[in-house]
């Protein structure tokens, strides 16, 4: 499968814990993207990595996300001490380098529940 | 402001009925805009995309949209239904100078029955 690849596809955390999700993009995209999907809602833009550079994050991403593609190719979301409005479904998705109209492919994204 | 804006949070159709979602943006400039559908427990799906290259796109499975400038909309449409189409829409905008990320509206749920 040459899709974007994210794992795992459910997680259920107790608050507090640390969560890690990872995102394996389509190999020549060099663009990624974050985007967190709450019940009843449109993804909202999370953060974006251009290679390896993380180029720009949402207000949205407090201090407890962090995210790095640390080689420009899978890219890791991490949410410490998590909270129960942390549970969504976050999604990954890669594009190549191109103009604005250039489509972003999307992974199933991994579902989140905070007990 | 730059906003998208889908007018519709649910729309039930008969199969074999016409569909319409509606999409309204606002923008200074002219700014890119798709078509996803959502499927439960699938990924996100492209179903089509405003290029500037011609003003009606077409795209998958039947679906059509009409870029309106003087409306500033991007409505979705298709001839006829099928029950295969269920699912939930979102209107997506890429806004001129956003680094290529996504602004998604709030979905349209489409329902179609028999």
């Known amino acids: 499968d040459t899709g974007v690849s994210q794992n795992p596809r459910h997680k259920i955390t107790k608050r507090g814990q640390n969560v890690t999700f990872r995102c394996d993009p389509i190999?020549?995209?060099?663009?990624l993207y974050w985007y967190r999907q709450t019940l009843g809602q449109g993804p909202e833009f999370l953060t974006y990595?251009?290679?390896?550079?993380?180029?720009?994050k949402s207000r949205l991403l407090s201090d407890r996300f962090s995210a790095e593609r640390p080689k420009g190719s899978f890219s890791t979301l991490e949410i410490q001490r998590t909270e129960q409005g942390d549970s969504a479904m976050y999604l990954c998705a890669s594009k190549p380098q191109g103009g604005k109209a250039t489509e972003a492919f999307f992974g199933q994204g991994t579902r989140l529940t905070v007990v | 402001a730059q906003s998208v804006t889908q007018l519709d949070s649910h729309v039930s159709v008969s199969e074999g009925t016409p569909v319409l979602l509606r999409c309204n943006y606002s923008s200074s400039y002219s700014p890119s805009l798709f078509w996803y559908v959502q499927h439960p427990n699938k990924g996100l799906q492209l179903l089509l995309k405003?290029?500037?290259?011609?003003?009606l796109v077409k795209g998958i499975n039947g679906f059509e949209a009409e870029f309106k400038k003087s409306e500033t909309s991007f409505h979705l449409t298709k001839p006829s239904a099928h029950m295969s189409d269920a699912a939930e829409y979102f209107c997506?905008?890429?806004?001129?100078?956003?680094?290529?990320?996504?602004?998604f509206g709030t979905g349209t749920r489409l329902q179609v029955t028999l």
């Open positions: 990595f251009q290679n390896e550079a993380q180029l720009e």
């Open positions: 190999s020549e995209h060099n663009r």
């Open positions: 405003y290029t500037s290259a011609a003003t």
């Open positions: 997506v905008v890429r806004f001129t100078g956003t680094a290529s990320k996504l602004t």
